[in-house]
């Protein structure tokens, strides 16, 4: 079974970028599509972004323009590009990876400040 695990979160102020990054234990093709999620406090986790196999990606409608998913397919790693950051992108993001079943990882902390 693949393991996915994150990496790149931290505390940073608004108006500022951070890469976070999701290395797959195997092949990403493993997966039909993986994924970037994040939960805050007291929230339901909600998707960011995602991206298909075939290159396909959608985004959250808060972090549209933003925020951008690529993948690097020889080091099997998932990136999240996060521009112009604000303090409601707060929260645990999650790396998942999807296919008949959902593969996740633990999760990296993005605390955005003010």
């Known amino acids: 079974q693949v393991q996915l695990v994150e990496s790149g979160g931290g505390l940073v102020q608004a108006g500022e970028s951070l890469r976070l990054s999701c290395a797959a234990s195997?092949?990403?093709?493993?997966?039909?599509?993986m994924g970037w999620y994040r939960q805050a406090p007291g929230k339901q986790r909600e998707l960011v972004a995602r991206?298909?196999?075939?290159?396909?990606?959608n985004y959250g409608d808060s972090v549209k323009g933003r925020f951008t998913i690529s993948r690097d397919t020889a080091k099997n790693t998932v990136y999240l590009q996060m521009n112009s950051l604000k303090p409601e992108d707060t929260g645990v993001y999650y790396c998942g990876g999807f296919n008949s079943r959902s593969t996740w990882g633990q999760g990296t902390q993005v605390t955005v400040s003010s």
């Open positions: 195997g092949s990403i093709f493993s997966f039909n599509a």
């Open positions: 991206i298909t196999t075939g290159g396909y990606t």
